[in-house]
């Protein structure tokens, strides 16, 4: 069954911890997302990538990182995390048309 | 700049009735619109998609409609349940080339049906 998967679901780490983010899609999507949801919040884009080797920043400035090797891989890394990057990240890939989402990633920096 | 707004903020209804839920966009230049649901601490799960040039589109108790002059889309659900408790984000996709890929989302109506 085609779908999308992110792992880890929850996380909880410690100021300075270097963490990627994983994401992945069996759909074979050429376009993939990665937005940030704080509680309460809209979600906000902040990277994306139209195909392999192809990423760009959202609107949403982020100190996180994107890197697409494989058109079914999309990883976001944080360097050195703090508090202040404690949210959801939201995984999604999709056609022009249409977006389809990941169940998510709940990070908390402690 | 594209604003999506969703009223009501949130809404308790007993099981049973039927509600609708509204949303609203500042630029009309949209290439789709798309109704998505959210449970706590979960990815988003699509429910409708409206194309610009569609009114309406039907899944099951569902039915969204979208007026692009007026900037507004209605998501009506019919014989609420209890398990249709959720966030119910819209979001619009521009009709504007390059840019075509970014989806605005409203803060979402948070939904909870009393048995």
């Known amino acids: 069954e085609a779908d999308i998967y992110q792992t880890p679901r929850y996380l909880v780490i410690g100021t300075g911890k270097k963490i990627t983010l994983e994401c992945s899609q069996t759909m074979g999507h050429d376009k993939m997302y990665w937005y940030q949801q704080d509680p309460g919040m809209e979600l906000h884009l902040i990277h994306y990538?139209?195909?392999?080797?192809?990423?760009e920043k959202g609107d949403l400035s982020s100190e996180s990182t994107v890197s697409r090797i494989r058109t079914e891989h999309f990883p976001l890394t944080l360097e050195s995390a703090r508090p202040s990057h404690t949210s959801q990240y939201l995984c999604?890939?999709?056609?022009?048309?249409?977006?389809?989402f990941g169940p998510g990633t709940r990070l908390t920096v402690l | 700049k594209q604003e999506v707004t969703q009223i009501p903020a949130a809404l308790s209804v007993p099981e049973g009735e039927n509600l609708v839920l509204n949303c609203s966009f500042t630029?009309?230049?949209?290439?789709?619109l798309q109704w998505f649901r959210q449970d706590p601490g979960k990815g988003l799960t699509s429910l409708l998609l409206?194309?610009?040039?569609?009114r309406e589109q039907t899944s099951g108790r569902l039915n969204a409609s979208l007026d692009k002059s007026s900037g507004r889309s209605t998501l009506y659900i019919a014989a609420s349940q209890p398990g249709d408790s959720a966030t119910y984000l819209c979001a619009v996709r521009p009709n504007s080339g390059g840019s075509n890929y970014k989806l605005t989302f409203g803060k979402g109506t948070l939904l909870t049906v009393n048995p």
């Open positions: 999604a890939s999709g056609t022009w048309n249409e977006q389809f």
């Open positions: 409206i194309q610009s040039s569609q």
């Open positions: 990538s139209y195909g392999v080797n192809s990423t």
């Open positions: 630029d009309s230049a949209i290439y789709n």
